[in-house]
């Protein structure tokens, strides 16, 4: 695994502070590491996401919305999921859904994968998923790093977490 820059360990331990066993790496002689604990806020906010529980045993659908809080654009460049064989970024569109390369997320915006609009696709479930269980994702950002992600599975016609911005 690749060294986690201090940054992204703050925001992930900030991000999933119930999950901190998913953090590997955490040590780091970077010298920014001073300047990065003056630095509270995450670049990658990551808010109302969930997995619709799927119909079938096969893959499933994540949604989740994404806030920059830096001045600088973002791109959510690839995605890994602890629920399936492989995860990938899909948007929707009339004429079905297809992989895309990845996902732009303005300075100081957002950006949602909605129904509709686009999803990450988890194939080849290594099981059935059902609601109340949550996932795990790792976010992987061409500027701020890497993101952990817990989303829990929501049942089918179930409500949708709402997202809600970062103050
Ligand atoms: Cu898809």
Redesign the pocket.
């Known amino acids: 695994m690749k060294r986690i820059p201090v940054s992204m360990v703050l925001a992930v331990l900030l991000a999933v502070a119930g999950a901190a066993g998913l953090v590997r790496g955490a040590m780091s002689n970077s010298p920014a590491a001073a300047d990065v604990a003056a630095a509270p806020e995450q670049p990658i906010v990551a808010s109302g996401g969930y997995v619709r529980e799927p119909a079938n045993g096969v ?1 499933a ?1 994540a949604y989740f919305t994404l806030y920059n809080t830096t001045g600088t654009p973002d791109v959510l460049t690839g995605v890994d999921s602890g629920a399936g064989e492989q995860t ?1 970024l ?1 948007s ?1 569109s009339r004429g079905g ?1 297809r992989q895309i390369s990845g996902l732009s997320i303005p300075a100081h915006g957002s950006v949602s994968l909605r129904p509709g609009e686009g ?1 990450v ?1 988890i194939d080849k479930l290594y099981s059935p998923l059902e609601a109340g269980q949550s996932v795990n994702f790792r976010l992987t950002f061409a500027k701020a790093g890497q993101l952990l992600l817990t989303v829990p599975v929501i049942a089918i016609g179930a409500p949708a977490p709402t997202a809600e911005a970062p103050r």
């Open positions: 893959n659908a990938t899909h929707d859904m999803h696709m």
